[in-house]
Structure formats: C-alpha cells, structure tokens
C-alpha cells in the first residue's frame, strides 16, 4: 500500500543554496530529524571544507550520516543508502518527520530508487586501469569515457579516479556504457513517498554567494584545517583530500600555487561543481524547483506533503 510508505522530504540543490539553514528551519516547523546525503560530510575532521553547519547552529535538531567515517575509510552511495534505510525505518517507527539534506545528486537517487547491481569488480583490469591513470594522467582516461560514454563522463569530475576507472571498468566487463546499466535499471526500487524538492537559485547570485563562502572558508581557518588532516598522517592522495578546498589547499601548503591562486581555483572549481549540479538535478523529472526566498511557498508544500494520506 502507498499510504504505508515512509514519506521523506528531500531538500537538494547546488552548494551555496542555502539547504542546510532551510533543512533545520523545517526540522523544527515539523518536530523532524535531519538525514545528511553530502558525499563529503560523513568524514570526520572536514568541517569547513565542507560547509558542514557547526552545531550551533543545528538547533537541537538531530543530524544524521554527519562525522561517521574517518578520510581513509571507504564510504559511496551504496553505503549511504544502506545506513540512511537503516535510520528511516527507526525514525518512522517513532512517528519521526524525516528530511534528507543534501546536494549529492547520487546518493539522493540512490535513496530514493535504489541501485543496480554492477559487476564485481576484477582485480587485474581495475590495477591495470589505476596505472594507466598514474602513467598517461587523468585527462586521458577522461577523455577515453567520454568517447565511450558521454552521459557518464558528464555526470562524473575529471579527476575523480574511482568513479572514472570503474565506469571503464563496467564497460569492459558488460560491453555496455554505465550510463545504459543506469537507465535500464531506472532507480525503480521504490520504498518511500518522497517531496522532493531542489533549491533554485539565479546562477549568478549563486556564483557570487560561492565566491564570498571561499574567501569564508579561508578565513575561517580551513589552512589549518588541511594542515591538521596532513599532519594525521591522511594523505594527499585519499579521495575526500582531492575534494574541491582540500586539494587547492594542498597545492598551496606545496608551493604549487600561492594563496590567491589557490583561491581563485577553489571559486572557479566550485562554480563548475554547482553547474554539475544543476545539471544533474535539472535532467530529474521528479524535483520539484523550490525558490529559497519563498519560506512560506516551501512551509505549505511541506505541510500540505505530512497531511496528506495517499
């Protein structure tokens, strides 16, 4: 029956959109408990980088699959879905409202249509694919998935190792593009009743806003931030350190570029992400586009999504 399904209100949209203030503002309309779906705020220690919200500024509100995995430990989409269904079934049993924050696009989709089985992965041909990566670099690997598979090659950074290598890898092992596995199995596995809502926010009022939260980020303390992760003994070549903030970070602390070089990289590579993002969230037939500045509009979507019996 649809009307037994879990209802989860999902908040997504491109960094700087303001998710976050706007996810505890509803928790406490709604008495709800927040579900993080940020790929980069389950690791511990990476607060600023991140923009995860200091917990002063929570509100009491409960926040979920925050600070659960340290940088060297392996976590991805089927994981989060696989913790995020565990906390679901535990809040709706207490009758808990449940919002999903979050602008990872995957693991929102994962939540909410799961995943489809990929092929184990085989030894020999990922260590092969890892050492063409360090030999040629990842701009030729890039380009060989975007010949093979365009739609994957766009929804996936040009320098992600893992995820490019493995989508090589699904081809080789299917004969088939990853982006074809993806839309064959079609995210059908259906647990949930979902409002699914993502922030719209005019481009360049959002680059603006991701260009001031940069300059923020620095002067917040995010050097010290990297130099204390380094300092661990995490290393420069873990997947969350490559992540946009940390690796231009790195790069400065090296010497490969000075601190306004380093800065004017994170903007730039951060307005490339939003635009990703947007891009992602944009082919979803299911969001529905939420303009952040009506509080009321979103406040009597969401009450009106709780009410609702069917």
């Not at 029956?1 to 959109?17: R, Y």
């Not at 200091?54 to 659960?68: A, F, N, Q, T």
């Not at 952040?292 to 979103?298: A, C, T, Y």
């Amino acid at each position: 029956m649809v009307e037994d399904l879990p209802k989860l209100i999902v908040i997504s949209g491109p960094t700087c959109s303001g998710k976050s203030g706007l996810g505890v503002e509803l928790a406490q309309l709604v008495s709800g408990e927040i579900i993080n779906a940020d790929s980069m705020q389950v690791y511990r220690g990476m607060d600023i980088g991140t923009a995860k919200i200091p917990v002063s500024e929570r509100k009491g509100i409960p926040h979920h699959l925050v600070d659960i995995v340290n940088p060297d430990e392996e976590f991805n989409a089927a994981l989060f879905r696989q913790h995020a269904l565990t906390i679901i079934k535990e809040l709706y049993e207490k009758n808990v409202p449940i919002i999903v924050i979050g602008g990872t696009g995957l693991y929102v989709k994962a939540l909410l249509g799961g995943l489809f089985e990929a092929p184990p992965s085989e030894p020999a041909l990922r260590q092969a694919l890892l050492e063409e990566w360090e030999k040629r670099g990842p701009t030729f690997l890039y380009q060989r998935l975007s010949r093979l598979d365009k739609d994957a090659a766009d929804s996936i950074h040009p320098m992600d190792k893992i995820r490019i290598t493995r989508a090589l890898e699904v081809i080789h092992l299917t004969g088939c593009p990853l982006s074809d596995l993806t839309k064959k199995h079609s995210f059908s596995d259906r647990r949930f009743r979902a409002l699914n809502l993502c922030l719209n926010v005019d481009r360049q009022v959002l680059y603006n806003r991701i260009n001031k939260r940069t300059i923020s980020m620095i002067s917040a303390g995010l050097i010290a931030e990297v130099e204390g992760l380094l300092q661990m003994g995490y290393s420069p070549k873990l997947k969350p350190m490559k992540a946009i903030g940390y690796r231009h970070i790195i790069g400065h602390l090296k010497g490969t570029w000075d601190l306004d070089e380093a800065k004017r990289l994170m903007q730039r590579d951060t307005r490339r992400y939003a635009k990703r993002q947007l891009t992602w969230f944009g082919s979803d037939p299911e969001i529905t586009w939420a303009d952040p500045d009506d509080k009321p509009g979103i406040v009597n979507m969401v009450m009106a999504f709780i009410r609702a019996t069917s």
